[in-house]
Structure formats: structure tokens, C-alpha cells
């Protein structure tokens, strides 16, 4: 994966004043100015978070960028250096980790070897001195499909067993808030999809807070309400899946969610809601909303699915956006999709993604074409961004 | 000829793993022995007698018991100074690390006749040239046995994966509640086979022991010096005695291992 | 699994105190009354006490009588234990390493029995044990006879009481302190690294001097240094197996501490013996270049 590091400036700070809640009567987690280092070394810095009551949360980015050091600050397995954490309305910023009403599912589910299952799940509530721990432990096993197991040694079960073990034992103490650890790195495809449609299920049975850290941005789209980017200790950009996905803030959630195609642009104007750039010669607009370029230059963003290619001259459906003077350096045929790589007359290759829907034609190497986009879905990124930042390598995970 | 070949050194290494119970088989062989003179050394008749008069033998039985009470003595001291040890050495940090690993590494590769020498001088020039005895025994044992324990107990604890203790807090154990039940129980394992290892150490220890015994009678004193007056055949007695015991524990609990990962299957 | 977070503070002082201070007690102290002890002036007596005169000479009488060869045959106590710790180590070097390499590479399931069974033996008393080593070597006994019927030992020929009889039990009895740090080191290694030595055209033999063999240098170090020290020191061998052409420096240096209560001298010969360990190890832990053994 090459994370090329940022440049001395921040990333992208979201735009517009934040709304944060007040925190003493918050009804939720509120993370305010949350910082940790190591010695010179930041992990995480001045992080500002709300993530309501009940909600499905996903903290995402790649390895090293300070989610997995949030989380464990938030279980209270690590002290912060500098910040508070508080939980609806109450400071737990110091409490220790057996004091606070927070369960974690660890990344290796961290299940006592020495304990059954049942024990595993009773563990909690034993701690806590809880009556009626049967009922609840049988209970919470069969909601994780798991009662025929019940004294069985945490070695004796599969990976997705064992994973679900975890859950169980994490969610039977009704935290106020579950914290996930990259909880399915260790599953197979297939399981690991069946998983994240489970662990969304049963989150919408319970009603309880879910934070799910992980690298990997399909599953945090596929299973999150809210998703939150975060790079080199900080948060680029927060909000719904599609809101990320469609309108990019920053370079690297451009690149970390999915891909983009990035144009070099100068500013030619801006209306009240349409912002004029000169890309390469070729005039595009770009709606004012989804354009996040503070000076006069920006990289034009469009994603490989949204654009449509064409022979030359041939019309296409997007009145507004046409860039002449393509040839098809290369054709990947995936199935559901055909991925072509377009070198454009300035010399950079755009990634087209079309729809094998068998009404248009297949382009093959060599042949000249013609792109187009409604301009809708294009974006406007901070020209002193990295291009890179955020791009993964085919053959890194994630 | 070409299985031969094949399984060549599979062989050799069995062969010589048979050699180590040669003398086994001899020390048993011998307890059934009927001497025909108490200096010759050698098998002459069958006999259960030694088995059924165990302690016929003057004074055996007496130097069994000593070794008995201060193999369990020093293996209590040794266990609860090395388990503690161990645990500063992997848990803690502090100055002075290293060179305390190299401490504990020096007794086990030390001759025994110079530790056992020179704790003699260091008794002799205290001033209890006159105590040797149980004590002095007692001392050394629990000094040399110190090193396996710790060893033995780091090298199980230093496996031990340390997120278990945070999934334990994490699940409202207090840091107390979390060592007995949780940290506690997976080292046991460790401690019990470091435990057995200090106790037949510290039985069968003789050149340390004679130095620093003064008129204390262990067992294995006992046997050297009747090598001199003429072996009563009793000592193989408690010789095969002391292997079924370590055999029984020792492949027992193998086969308990081996029968649990059946359960797996 | 996350890195382990070592503690500081004073705990890990206080836990490892009680250990700390038993060894340097009983451990590190005793060496200086050894080496004082070794100064005593040689007039005094368990009964009087010892006066401290720095008594080199000590070390003069003590070399004169032990440490002096005779001849070629007779080495004199401290050279022969150095020779036949050096001669039982390389037995148990190769027995050892054998045995080690088989039960990494060829035991199978077995594996972790077999290990087992190596340690088994030596739960019981070493000195009964040695006994039946008297036995099994003895002048009549099946094994002189069978050396004796195939010319290797003349027609009067014995074992016991001969060089031979004390290395075999010095090799016996430290076998496992051979087998156990090798098996550690072998136990390692990577079988795919000799699968691609073959699959670059090495045979079965070169593959083990030019992969196996190098890797598991730590053990053999460790190996051949857990042997070797005690080796040295151990007399029970020579005095149950062997006659007093055969004694071993640690016996006299017991006879000199209990019988002859020649405690300066004793002392000086211990010194000297560990002086000579400490050097030999020293220059072979050099030459052979692995320092991690700890």
C-alpha cells in the first residue's frame, strides 16, 4: 500500500465549523481533543467525535493512522495523553477499564483458553456478580447460534466460531458502547461477509452503540450508519457512506474509499453554485457543494464507474463534460465490469469502469474514444493535496 | 536394506535412546537381586525380598526420608522465589535486566564442585564450620534449583499471550481478580513441571550436598558411601521406585495432553 | 499478538529481590571466600581458624602437587579432567546430536514422547545409576565378554577402572544436557530452507554442512558449554568406574575440603580449575561467534 506521507501542512480539516454537542449531556460517546503519543511519535491528535446513542459507527483507515490507539483509549486500555472521553454526560476519561460500562471484541478475541465457552461468556457477569448468569449466558449462545458448544474449549472451534465467542461475551454485559477491533481480519471472504451482515443484524436487534475499526472500506460502508476517515492520527472526513463515497473532501478519502481518477485543474471561476475550471485546456463545471478547492488551482475528481466512453464524435449522455483526444491503452475484462485504462492527450491515464450490460461495445487497445461525465458527480479537491494519498496497490489487502 | 538407508538416523536415534535405559533396566533388574556377597556386585538369584523389606537396609530408610524433607523444602523455596523472579524479569522493566539473566544463567552451567566448595568456604569462614548440616543443605539447594525455576517459569510466562489480561479487565476483572483468574491459571502449568524439577534435583544431588552435610545423611550420600562397604540391594529398590514415579508423572501427563487434542478432533 | 508493555516502577525490584539477593548470597559471595579461603595462610585449622596472609605459595603447592603432568599416561588430576571432559563432550556432541536431530526431523507425532523419554532416565538417582554401570561393564559381564570374543579388548583385557569406563559415564550422564539445548536449536529450523537446498542441486550430506549444521550453531554452543563445565568438576564417575590412575581434580579437591581439611589448598585448586573453565570457554565461545546463548 503506499501511503506516500502528507506533506507539513494537515490534512484537510472538514469544512465549515463542526457541530459539536456539549458533552456533559450528550447522549452518546463524545471524544473531545482526544490526543495520544509515544515519546515524539503522535498516534492520535485532537480528535473531536460524536457517535450518538444506537448508531452502527466505523472507524476506517489504513494501518497506523491512530484508530486502533482511539479505540483502546475508549475501553480504557490506554491513557490519553491529552483530551476526554465522555459517556453520556459522564467523564470517563481516567476510569479504568473494569469501571467503565464499555466491552471490547479483540482483533485475536483474546478468549480464555483455560475457560469452556460458556465460562468465556459468563465472565462478565461473574465479575460483576450478576444473578441469573445461566439464563443470560444460554440466552446470548443462542443468539450467536453457538449452544451446542457451550463446553467446548476455545481451541476446539473454528475461526468464525471463536469470533462469534467473542461477541458473545463482550455483548451479554449490555455496554453502553461495543467496541469491534478489526474483529473479521481473520475470516475468509465468504464468512467475513456473512459475518458483517450478522454482526449488522444483531447490532439493530440490541439498539446498542457499535464502533468498528477497520482497514478494510468495503466492510465499512457495507455495515456502518456513520463512517469516519481517519489518517495519520487525525479525522479527514465524517458521515454516511454515500456522503464519503460521492463527495470526497480530501485526496486520500477520495483514494481510500474505492478510486478516482484525478485531473490537474485552474480555477477559471465560481458562481453561487458552480465553480469554472480550465482542465487541461477542456472548460468543466463542478456543482458548488462538491467543490472543496480553497485556491486557484484543484484536482478535478471523477470516479471510473461515473464515466462514459464513447467513439469519437459518438454523443453520449452527458451533456457538459466531454474530453476528446483518448486512445484505450488497456483492457481488463472483470466480469461484471470492463476496466479500461485511457491516456489522454495531456499523457495521464484515466480509469474508466463500464458495465458489462451488453449495450455498448467492448474498446480494445489502440482504439480512440471520446470521455464524458455529468458533471454532478465530479468533485473539487485542495490542489496542495498528494494525488496519492490514500491509494492502495492492487495486491495489498483492503 | 534400503528402509535401512532410508530411516537411517530415525534408527540410530532410537538405539541410542535405548542406550539412556540401559541402566534402567539394570537398577530394576538389580532390586530382584539375591546377593551371594555383600562387596560383589553382580546378579545372583531372584528374590522379592528387597521389595517386601524396603527399609532391611540400616539406615536407608532415614536418609530417604532427609532427602524427601528437604527436596520439598528447598522446592517450595526455590518455586516461590523463582516464580516471583520470573515475573519481574518478563512483566517489569528495570536497570539492571541483563545482568540479572546473566545471575540466574551462571549456576547452571557452574561446576558443582566449585559452587558446593565455595559455599563451604563461605559457611566455614562465617563461622559454622561446626552447623553443617540440614540447614547448610537446605541453603544450597534452594541456590542452585533458583536458576531452573526461573527458567523454566520465564520461558512459560513469556509465551503467554498478554491480550488475555486486557480482555480480562475489559470484562471488569480488577487487576487482582485478573492474575488469579486468568494469569495465574495459565502459568500453573509452568510452575508445576518447575516444581518437579527442583525436587529431583535437589534429591538427587550429591557433590554440592557432600561438601556442605557435615553428618547429615542424604540418600544419595548414603549410596556412595555404601559403594565402599558393599551396596545393600534396597538402594535399587528405591532407584526403580523413584523412575516408575517420574515415568507415571512425567508420560501421564503427555498422554493427558495427547488425550485432550483427541477432544479436539 | 500485541507487543508486551513492560512494567517500570519498583515492583519489579521488589519481586525480584528475594531471588536477587539468595543467589548473591550463596552464590556471588561464596566465590570471594573462595578465592580468600585459597589466601589462607596454610598454618591454620578448622579448630584455630585460618589467618588471611595472601598466600600465593598456595597456589604453588596446590599446582606442584595436582596440576603437574607426569607423563604423557599420567596427566595429573587437573589436565586429565580437562581432557576427559573434552573427549566425553565431543561423544556427547555427536550421540547428542543424533538423537536431537532425530527426534526434530524424523519423530513425527512422537516428538514431544520421545523428549520425554530422554529425560526419563535421569530422574533417577545418578549414582545408582552409575552402579549398574559397574555392572554392565564389569570383567565377566556380557560386555567385556563380547569385546573380548571380537579382538577388541585382549584376552584379559577389562573396563573398568580404565579410562574408557569413566568417559562412558561422564558421556552418559551429561547426555541430556547435550540433547536438550540441541533438540531447542534444531527444533527451529525452517524444513522448507533444506528443501530448497536440494531444490539447488545440494545432496542430502552437503545440505547438512551448509544448512542444517550452521543454523543450529546456538545449540551446539550452549550445548557443548552445559556438558563441558560440570564434566570437568564431576568425580563420581572416576571414583565409581575408575582407579586412582583415573582421578579427577574434583575429587581431591573434596578430599582436600573434608578429609585432609586443607582448606587453602582445596581452595586454590578450585580457583585454579575454574580460572582454566572460565578461559577455555572464553576462547571457544569466540571462535565459535554465537553470543546470545543466555
Same mark, same amino acid.
Not at chain 1, 490537474?264 to 487541461?280: N, Q
Not at chain 1, 472543496?292 to 478535478?300: F, I, N, S, T
Given at each position: 500500500?503506499?501511503?506516500?506521507?502528507?506533506? /507539513?501542512?494537515?490534512?484537510?480539516?472538514?469544512?465549515?465549523?463542526?457541530?459539536?454537542?456539549?458533552?456533559?449531556?450528550? *447522549?452518546?460517546?463524545?471524544?473531545?481533543?482526544?490526543?495520544?503519543?509515544?515519546?515524539?511519535?503522535? /498516534?492520535?491528535?485532537?480528535?473531536?467525535?460524536?457517535?450518538?446513542? +444506537?448508531?452502527?459507527?466505523?472507524?476506517?483507515?489504513?494501518?497506523?493512522?491512530?484508530?486502533?490507539?482511539?479505540?483502546?483509549?475508549?475501553? +480504557?486500555?490506554?491513557?490519553?495523553? @491529552?483530551?476526554?472521553?465522555?459517556?453520556?454526560?459522564?467523564?470517563?476519561?481516567?476510569?479504568?477499564?473494569?469501571?467503565?460500562?464499555?466491552?471490547?471484541?479483540?482483533?485475536?478475541?483474546?478468549?480464555?483458553?483455560?475457560?469452556?465457552?460458556?465460562?468465556?461468556?459468563?465472565?462478565?457477569?461473574?465479575?460483576?456478580?450478576?444473578?441469573?448468569?445461566?439464563?443470560?449466558?444460554?440466552?446470548?449462545?443462542?443468539?450467536?447460534?453457538? $449452544?451446542?458448544?457451550?463446553?467446548?474449549?476455545?481451541?476446539?472451534?473454528?475461526?468464525?466460531?471463536?469470533?462469534?465467542?467473542?461477541? @458473545?461475551?463482550?455483548?451479554?454485559?449490555?455496554?453502553?458502547?461495543?467496541?469491534?477491533?478489526?474483529?473479521?481480519?481473520?475470516?475468509?471472504?465468504?464468512?467475513?461477509?456473512?459475518?458483517?451482515?450478522?454482526?449488522?443484524?444483531?447490532?439493530?436487534?440490541?439498539?446498542?452503540?457499535?464502533?468498528?475499526?477497520?482497514?478494510?472500506?468495503?466492510?465499512?460502508?457495507?455495515?456502518? *450508519?456513520?463512517?469516519?476517515?481517519?489518517?495519520?492520527?487525525?479525522?479527514?472526513?465524517?458521515?454516511? !457512506?454515500? $456522503?464519503?463515497?460521492?463527495?470526497?473532501?480530501?485526496?486520500?478519502?477520495?483514494?481510500?474509499?474505492?478510486?478516482?481518477?484525478?485531473? $490537474?485543474?485552474?480555477?477559471?471561476?465560481?458562481?453561487?453554485?458552480?465553480?469554472?475550471? *480550465?482542465?487541461? +485546456?477542456?472548460?468543466?463545471?463542478?456543482? /458548488?457543494?462538491?467543490?472543496?478547492?480553497?485556491?486557484?488551482?484543484?484536482?478535478?475528481?471523477?470516479? !471510473? $464507474?461515473?464515466?462514459?466512453?464513447?467513439?469519437?464524435?459518438?454523443?453520449?449522455?452527458?451533456?457538459?463534460?466531454?474530453?476528446?483526444?483518448?486512445?484505450?491503452?488497456?483492457?481488463?475484462?472483470?466480469?461484471?465490469?470492463?476496466?479500461?485504462?485511457?491516456?489522454?492527450?495531456?499523457?495521464?491515464?484515466?480509469?474508466?469502469?463500464?458495465?458489462?450490460?451488453?449495450?455498448?461495445?467492448?474498446?480494445?487497445?489502440?482504439?480512440?474514444?471520446?470521455?464524458?461525465?455529468?458533471?454532478?458527480?465530479?468533485?473539487?479537491?485542495?490542489?496542495?493535496?498528494?494525488?496519492?494519498?490514500?491509494?492502495?496497490?492492487?495486491?495489498?489487502? +483492503? | 536394506?534400503?528402509?535401512?538407508?532410508?530411516?537411517?538416523?530415525?534408527?540410530?536415534?532410537?538405539?541410542?535412546?535405548?542406550?539412556?535405559? #540401559?541402566?534402567?533396566? #539394570?537398577?530394576?533388574?538389580?532390586?530382584?537381586?539375591?546377593?551371594?556377597?555383600?562387596?560383589?556386585?553382580?546378579?545372583?538369584?531372584?528374590?522379592?525380598?528387597?521389595?517386601?523389606?524396603?527399609?532391611?537396609?540400616?539406615?536407608?530408610?532415614?536418609?530417604?526420608?532427609?532427602?524427601?524433607?528437604?527436596?520439598?523444602?528447598?522446592?517450595?523455596?526455590?518455586?516461590?522465589?523463582?516464580?516471583?523472579?520470573?515475573?519481574?524479569?518478563?512483566?517489569?522493566?528495570?536497570?539492571?535486566?541483563?545482568?540479572?539473566?546473566?545471575?540466574?544463567?551462571?549456576?547452571?552451567?557452574?561446576?558443582?564442585? #566449585?559452587?558446593?566448595?565455595?559455599?563451604?568456604?563461605?559457611?566455614?569462614?562465617?563461622?559454622?564450620?561446626?552447623?553443617?548440616?540440614?540447614?547448610?543443605?537446605?541453603?544450597?539447594?534452594?541456590?542452585?534449583?533458583?536458576?531452573?525455576?526461573?527458567?523454566?517459569?520465564?520461558?512459560?510466562?513469556?509465551?503467554?499471550?498478554?491480550?488475555?489480561?486486557?480482555?480480562?479487565?475489559?470484562?471488569?476483572?480488577?487487576?487482582?481478580?485478573?492474575?488469579?483468574?486468568?494469569?495465574?491459571?495459565?502459568?500453573?502449568?509452568?510452575?508445576?513441571?518447575?516444581?518437579?524439577?527442583?525436587?529431583?534435583?535437589?534429591?538427587?544431588?550429591?557433590?554440592?550436598?557432600?561438601?556442605?552435610?557435615?553428618?547429615?545423611?542424604?540418600?544419595?550420600?548414603?549410596?556412595?558411601?555404601?559403594?565402599?562397604?558393599?551396596?545393600?540391594?534396597?538402594?535399587?529398590?528405591?532407584?526403580?521406585?523413584?523412575?516408575?514415579?517420574?515415568?507415571?508423572? #512425567?508420560?501421564?501427563?503427555?498422554?493427558?495432553?495427547?488425550?485432550?487434542?483427541?477432544?479436539?478432533? | 499478538?500485541? &507487543?508486551?508493555?513492560?512494567?517500570?516502577?519498583?515492583?519489579?525490584?521488589?519481586?525480584?529481590?528475594?531471588?536477587?539477593?539468595?543467589?548473591?548470597?550463596?552464590?556471588?559471595?561464596?566465590?570471594? %571466600?573462595?578465592?580468600?579461603?585459597?589466601?589462607?595462610?596454610?598454618?591454620?585449622?578448622?579448630?584455630?581458624?585460618?589467618?588471611?596472609?595472601?598466600?600465593?605459595?598456595?597456589?604453588?603447592?596446590?599446582?606442584?602437587?595436582?596440576?603437574?603432568? &607426569?607423563?604423557?599416561?599420567?596427566?595429573?588430576?587437573?589436565?586429565?579432567?580437562?581432557?576427559?571432559?573434552?573427549?566425553?563432550?565431543?561423544?556427547?556432541?555427536?550421540?547428542?546430536?543424533?538423537?536431537?536431530?532425530?527426534?526434530?526431523?524424523?519423530?513425527?507425532?512422537?516428538?514431544?514422547?520421545?523428549?520425554?523419554?530422554?529425560?526419563?532416565?535421569?530422574?533417577?538417582?545418578?549414582?545408582?545409576?552409575?552402579?549398574?554401570?559397574?555392572?554392565?561393564?564389569?570383567?565377566?559381564?556380557?560386555?567385556?565378554?563380547?569385546?573380548?570374543?571380537?579382538?577388541?579388548?585382549?584376552?584379559?583385557?577389562?573396563?573398568?577402572?580404565?579410562?574408557?569406563?569413566?568417559?562412558?559415564?561422564?558421556?552418559?550422564?551429561?547426555?541430556?544436557?547435550?540433547?536438550?539445548?540441541?533438540?531447542?536449536?534444531?527444533?527451529?529450523?525452517?524444513?522448507?530452507?533444506?528443501?530448497?537446498?536440494?531444490?539447488?542441486?545440494?545432496?542430502?550430506?552437503?545440505?547438512?554442512?551448509?544448512?542444517?549444521?550452521?543454523?543450529?550453531?546456538?545449540?551446539?554452543?550452549?550445548?557443548?558449554?552445559?556438558?563441558?563445565?560440570?564434566?570437568?568438576?564431576?568425580?563420581?564417575?572416576?571414583?565409581?568406574?575408575?582407579?586412582?590412575?583415573?582421578?579427577?581434580?574434583? %575429587?581431591?579437591?573434596?578430599?582436600?575440603?573434608?578429609?585432609?581439611?586443607?582448606?587453602?589448598?582445596?581452595?586454590?585448586?578450585?580457583?585454579?580449575?575454574?580460572?582454566?573453565?572460565?578461559?577455555?570457554?572464553?576462547?571457544?565461545?569466540?571462535?565459535?561467534?554465537?553470543? &546470545?546463548?543466555?
Amino acid at each position: 500500500m503506499s501511503q506516500v506521507a502528507e506533506d /507539513a501542512a494537515s490534512p484537510a480539516p472538514p469544512e465549515g465549523p463542526v457541530e459539536l454537542a456539549d458533552a456533559s449531556s450528550y *447522549d452518546g460517546l463524545a471524544l473531545r481533543k482526544l490526543a495520544k503519543h509515544y515519546g515524539a511519535f503522535q /498516534a492520535v491528535r485532537e480528535l473531536d467525535l460524536d457517535v450518538p446513542r +444506537g448508531s452502527f459507527f466505523a472507524l476506517l483507515g489504513p494501518s497506523g493512522c491512530g484508530k486502533t490507539t482511539t479505540l483502546r483509549m475508549v475501553a +480504557g486500555l490506554e491513557t490519553p495523553s @491529552a483530551g476526554s472521553i465522555t459517556l453520556s454526560g459522564n467523564d470517563i476519561t481516567r476510569t479504568k477499564p473494569y469501571q467503565r460500562p464499555v466491552n471490547t471484541v479483540f482483533q485475536s478475541y483474546a478468549l480464555f483458553p483455560h475457560l469452556d465457552i460458556y465460562e468465556n461468556v459468563a465472565f462478565g457477569l461473574r465479575r460483576r456478580k450478576k444473578r441469573d448468569v445461566d439464563a443470560q449466558v444460554r440466552e446470548m449462545l443462542a443468539l450467536v447460534e453457538l $449452544e451446542s458448544q457451550a463446553r467446548k474449549k476455545p481451541t476446539q472451534l473454528s475461526g468464525g466460531q471463536q469470533q462469534r465467542v467473542a461477541l @458473545a461475551r463482550a455483548l451479554i454485559n449490555s455496554p453502553e458502547v461495543l467496541l469491534l477491533d478489526e474483529p473479521l481480519g481473520a475470516l475468509d471472504l465468504k464468512l467475513r461477509r456473512s459475518m458483517q451482515i450478522e454482526l449488522k443484524r444483531i447490532q439493530t436487534d440490541v439498539g446498542r452503540t457499535f464502533i468498528h475499526v477497520t482497514h478494510d472500506q468495503e466492510e465499512a460502508m457495507t455495515m456502518a *450508519d456513520t463512517v469516519a476517515v481517519m489518517n495519520h492520527g487525525v479525522i479527514e472526513q465524517m458521515g454516511a !457512506p454515500t $456522503e464519503l463515497y460521492e463527495n470526497p473532501r480530501s485526496t486520500f478519502v477520495a483514494n481510500f474509499l474505492g478510486q478516482s481518477n484525478l485531473i $490537474e485543474g485552474t480555477i477559471t471561476g465560481r458562481d453561487a453554485d458552480l465553480v469554472s475550471v *480550465d482542465m487541461h +485546456g477542456i472548460p468543466v463545471s463542478i456543482p /458548488a457543494g462538491r467543490s472543496h478547492a480553497p485556491g486557484d488551482k484543484g484536482w478535478v475528481g471523477i470516479r !471510473p $464507474e461515473k464515466v462514459l466512453i464513447g467513439n469519437e464524435g459518438e454523443a453520449l449522455d452527458a451533456p457538459g463534460n466531454t474530453i476528446p483526444g483518448g486512445v484505450v491503452s488497456d483492457v481488463s475484462f472483470v466480469g461484471v465490469s470492463t476496466q479500461y485504462l485511457v491516456r489522454m492527450p495531456w499523457g495521464q491515464e484515466l480509469q474508466v469502469f463500464s458495465q458489462n450490460t451488453g449495450r455498448t461495445r467492448i474498446f480494445t487497445v489502440g482504439d480512440k474514444v471520446e470521455l464524458s461525465w455529468r458533471p454532478e458527480y465530479a468533485f473539487l479537491l485542495d490542489a496542495a493535496q498528494d494525488a496519492s494519498a490514500g491509494a492502495q496497490r492492487v495486491d495489498a489487502d +483492503g | 536394506m534400503r528402509y535401512l538407508r532410508k530411516h537411517l538416523v530415525l534408527i540410530l536415534g532410537l538405539l541410542i535412546l535405548v542406550y539412556t535405559f #540401559v541402566p534402567i533396566f #539394570v537398577v530394576v533388574l538389580m532390586s530382584f537381586n539375591d546377593p551371594a556377597s555383600k562387596l560383589i556386585y553382580r546378579f545372583d538369584g531372584f528374590t522379592l525380598a528387597n521389595w517386601r523389606h524396603p527399609c532391611g537396609a540400616e539406615d536407608m530408610c532415614s536418609s530417604v526420608v532427609t532427602s524427601v524433607e528437604i527436596g520439598l523444602l528447598s522446592t517450595l523455596g526455590a518455586t516461590i522465589l523463582g516464580t516471583l523472579a520470573a515475573f519481574a524479569l518478563v512483566r517489569h522493566d528495570f536497570h539492571g535486566r541483563s545482568s540479572m539473566n546473566l545471575l540466574i544463567f551462571l549456576p547452571m552451567a557452574a561446576p558443582e564442585i #566449585v559452587m558446593g566448595s565455595s559455599l563451604l568456604a563461605l559457611f566455614v569462614g562465617a563461622g559454622f564450620a561446626g552447623q553443617l548440616g540440614f540447614w547448610t543443605i537446605l541453603i544450597a539447594h534452594i541456590m542452585f534449583c533458583l536458576s531452573f525455576v526461573v527458567v523454566t517459569v520465564r520461558s512459560r510466562l513469556a509465551g503467554m499471550d498478554d491480550t488475555l489480561e486486557q480482555a480480562a479487565m475489559d470484562l471488569y476483572a480488577t487487576p487482582r481478580q485478573t492474575f488469579w483468574r486468568v494469569t495465574f491459571p495459565l502459568v500453573f502449568p509452568g510452575i508445576l513441571g518447575a516444581a518437579l524439577l527442583s525436587f529431583s534435583l535437589s534429591f538427587d544431588d550429591f557433590i554440592v550436598t557432600n561438601l556442605n552435610a557435615g553428618q547429615t545423611t542424604t540418600f544419595p550420600l548414603y549410596v556412595w558411601g555404601a559403594a565402599q562397604r558393599g551396596v545393600p540391594m534396597q538402594v535399587n529398590v528405591v532407584g526403580s521406585v523413584m523412575f516408575l514415579v517420574s515415568v507415571v508423572i #512425567v508420560v501421564g501427563g503427555e498422554l493427558n495432553s495427547r488425550r485432550r487434542m483427541r477432544a479436539l478432533a | 499478538m500485541a &507487543e508486551m508493555v513492560r512494567r517500570r516502577g519498583r515492583t519489579g525490584y521488589l519481586l525480584l529481590l528475594p531471588a536477587a539477593l539468595w543467589l548473591f548470597v550463596f552464590f556471588v559471595v561464596p566465590f570471594y %571466600s573462595l578465592v580468600a579461603t585459597s589466601l589462607f595462610d596454610p598454618g591454620g585449622s578448622d579448630a584455630k581458624g585460618y589467618d588471611m596472609t595472601y598466600h600465593v605459595a598456595n597456589y604453588w603447592t596446590a599446582l606442584k602437587h595436582y596440576g603437574k603432568p &607426569e607423563s604423557w599416561t599420567n596427566l595429573g588430576p587437573l589436565l586429565r579432567s580437562l581432557w576427559y571432559g573434552a573427549i566425553a563432550t565431543g561423544l556427547c556432541l555427536v550421540l547428542g546430536y543424533v538423537l536431537a536431530y532425530a527426534i526434530a526431523f524424523k519423530a513425527g507425532r512422537w516428538k514431544n514422547l520421545m523428549l520425554v523419554l530422554v529425560i526419563a532416565p535421569f530422574f533417577t538417582s545418578f549414582l545408582i545409576r552409575t552402579l549398574s554401570w559397574k555392572l554392565i561393564l564389569a570383567d565377566d559381564g556380557f560386555v567385556v565378554n563380547t569385546l573380548q570374543a571380537v579382538h577388541l579388548l585382549g584376552s584379559d583385557g577389562r573396563l573398568l577402572a580404565t579410562p574408557v569406563a569413566v568417559v562412558a559415564g561422564l558421556t552418559y550422564n551429561f547426555l541430556p544436557f547435550m540433547v536438550l539445548p540441541l533438540f531447542a536449536s534444531i527444533d527451529k529450523i525452517d524444513h522448507r530452507l533444506i528443501e530448497a537446498a536440494s531444490d539447488l542441486y545440494a545432496n542430502p550430506i552437503r545440505a547438512f554442512f551448509k544448512v542444517t549444521w550452521p543454523l543450529s550453531l546456538p545449540g551446539v554452543v550452549s550445548g557443548t558449554l552445559l556438558t563441558f563445565i560440570p564434566a570437568v568438576g564431576d568425580y563420581i564417575n572416576a571414583s565409581l568406574l575408575g582407579s586412582p590412575n583415573q582421578r579427577m581434580i574434583g %575429587s581431591v579437591i573434596q578430599q582436600q575440603f573434608t578429609e585432609a581439611h586443607n582448606y587453602p589448598v582445596a581452595g586454590a585448586l578450585s580457583v585454579v580449575m575454574m580460572t582454566l573453565i572460565v578461559a577455555m570457554v572464553l576462547f571457544y565461545v569466540r571462535r565459535a561467534g554465537t553470543e &546470545e546463548l543466555l
